[in-house]
T-cell receptor, first 113, second 111 residues
Framework: GAGVSQSPSNKVTEKGKDVELRCDPI?????LYWYRQSLGQGLEFLIY????????KSGLPSDRFSAERTGGSVSTLTIQRTQQEDSAVYLC???????????FGDGTRLSIL | QKEVEQNSGPLSVPEGAIASLNCTYS??????FFWYRQYSGKSPELIMF????GDKEDGRFTAQLNKASQYVSLLIRDSQPSDSATYLC???????????FGGGTRVLVKP
């Protein structure tokens, strides 16, 4: 079966623009996570969706960041008024349920000029 | 104190030797422990997970967990050049469900 699919694979945009990143989890996986990895930095948790429960947004760095998950499947991470410090690889992961291993997509490399 | 501590390396091992990677964590509520391998420019790939104290073996990999000492390790036997990568330790709280990643240990296997 297909793995976690993320698009676009690369995104270059100007400072101040809004961007949308998409994640299509493995079919049947109820848990979906967003992380980011900045150059030379570790993986940082952003947000977590589990079924129909309220998402855990505790990792979002500012109110410019938001995410939604429609129909319990595809998720979109939106960054408004992008800043240069937002440049990073944004990784999406899914798992069959919480507490089970997470499988990562290939990520979206975001570059803010 | 960082939540998850790993030696950044590089850990240089000759081909065929055992690579030993260590990880300590601060949250005693951590229940599940995952090891990911990340090649340069690629996304993390799950290689091992362990939930209970003791050893768990899978092929050339062995994970060891000691919750009392808040310590988890990964052994790579018969190391191959293809094992050269960064290995990420990631504890998971039962309640929180997010993974908290260590900074990773870079392993370099020399032919």
């Amino acid at each position: 079966g297909a793995g976690v699919s993320q698009s676009p694979s690369n995104k270059v945009t100007e400072k101040g623009k809004d961007v949308e990143l998409r994640c299509d989890p493995i079919s049947g996986h109820t848990a979906l996570y967003w992380y980011r990895q900045s150059l030379g930095q570790g993986l940082e948790f952003l947000i977590y969706f589990q079924g129909n429960s309220a998402p855990d947004k505790s990792g979002l760095p500012s109110d410019r960041f938001s995410a939604e998950r429609t129909g319990g499947s595809v998720s979109t991470l939106t960054i408004q008024r992008t800043q240069q410090e937002d440049s990073a690889v944004y990784l999406c992961a899914s798992s069959p349920s919480s507490n089970q291993p997470q499988h990562f997509g290939d990520g979206t490399r975001l570059s803010i000029l | 104190q960082k939540e998850v501590e790993q030696n950044s390396g590089p850990l240089s091992v000759p081909e065929g030797a055992i690579a030993s990677l260590n990880c300590t964590y601060s949250d005693r509520g951590s229940q599940s422990f995952f090891w990911y391998r990340q090649y340069s420019g690629k996304s993390p790939e799950l290689i091992m997970f362990i939930y209970s104290n003791g050893d768990k073996e899978d092929g050339r990999f062995t994970a060891q967990l000691n919750k009392a000492s808040q310590y988890v390790s990964l052994l790579i036997r018969d190391s191959q050049p293809s094992d050269s990568a960064t290995y990420l330790c990631a504890p998971q709280k039962a309640a929180g469900n997010k993974l908290t990643f260590g900074g990773g240990t870079r392993v370099l296997v020399k032919p």
